[in-house]
């Protein structure tokens, strides 16, 4: 039985989060065939409605008041579940970012509905769909197939592909919510993360351990993360060492990564860590200890020092890129 979706579509700094595309590729399979609504939720959104037809939603529905200037989880969750009472859907996919972890659940419990979170793979296509997802931090995966009510998940950035970007055609309105009584107003935002790629959808991530020493001794491994387009991280030792804001952590208790390229610096590979990033697709470990625990997960090791192996490996990049 095909199926129609409300996908959540996520935008930042005045533009459209790639975790966007890839929550409607995810839909597509969900829908078997059915038809895929993006849902756009803020002040002034209106710019973003084309680009998400072209990546394959069938309609764009936007909902917008000035008290959605800003995510909060009163204000957007309003907002949606009215578009869910207009569409009533047979499912819902958000991206598992930090708004989609905060306000699936709420939607679901509002709507008594299941919730599979952090979805890595679809096997299969409507109600044959099977939702794969780590357990343990990472250790094994999961497979859920959902049998009655609605289809509700949470799709992880940069693990499902986004459908490739054409001119289509698309339906575009706007649904009116009446956001009211909220318990929280954000009158003003301060951001300490450095500008750049977002860490969490970033295809390179250069990542920095205790080893690094200092807050200097991040800086070869930004230069290295400009130059191949990535992002850099942390692990939870350097962040307490007051190297690096802790926005920059990666592991069991920062953000989830999952890039094509992860480079391990003076990282020892403790397993909170390994939580964070093991599912990457190639990983490079650069440790001056041989028998550190980064290597057991590591494609490739660099036993040496990682202020020699970085800005020599920043050279060789430059020389072909």
Known sequence: ?????????????????????????????????????????????????????????????????????????????????????????????????????????????????????????????????????????????????????????????????PLAKEERSGDVSAVTADIKNLRTIIKEVVR????????????????????????EGFQPLQELADLLGGAVGASRGACDADYCDYSLQIGQTGKVVTPDLYIAAGISGAIQHLAGMSNSKVIVAINKDPEANIFKVADYGIVGDLFEVIPMLTEEFKKVM
């Not at 849902?39 to 973003?48: A, F, M």
């Not at 450095?194 to 295809?203: I, P, R, T």
């Open 1 to 161: 039985m095909s199926k129609k979706v409300l996908v959540l579509g996520e935008a930042r700094e005045g533009a459209l989060r790639n975790v966007s595309f890839e929550a409607i590729a995810a839909a597509k399979k969900i829908s078997g065939g059915g038809e895929v609504v993006s849902v756009l939720v803020g002040d002034e959104v209106g710019s973003y409605t084309q680009e998400l037809i072209n990546y394959g939603a069938d309609r764009v529905l936007t909902v917008e008041h000035p008290h959605l200037k800003t995510y909060t989880s009163d204000g957007y969750g309003q907002a949606f579940m009215a578009v869910v009472e207009q569409e009533n859907p047979e499912a819902i996919v958000f991206g598992h970012t930090a708004i989609g972890k905060d306000l699936a659940p709420k939607i679901a419990s509002k709507l008594q509905s299941g919730l599979v979170s952090d979805v890595t793979d679809i096997e299969g296509e409507g109600d044959d769909a099977v939702f794969v997802r780590p357990i343990y931090s990472g250790k094994a995966f999961e497979k859920v197939k959902i049998k009655e009510g609605i289809t509700f998940v949470t799709v992880r950035p940069n693990n499902i592909a």
């Open 192 to 215: 300490k993360s450095s500008e750049g790629v977002d860490l969490s959808e970033a295809k390179v991530v250069i990542a920095g351990g205790r080893g690094v020493k200092s807050e």
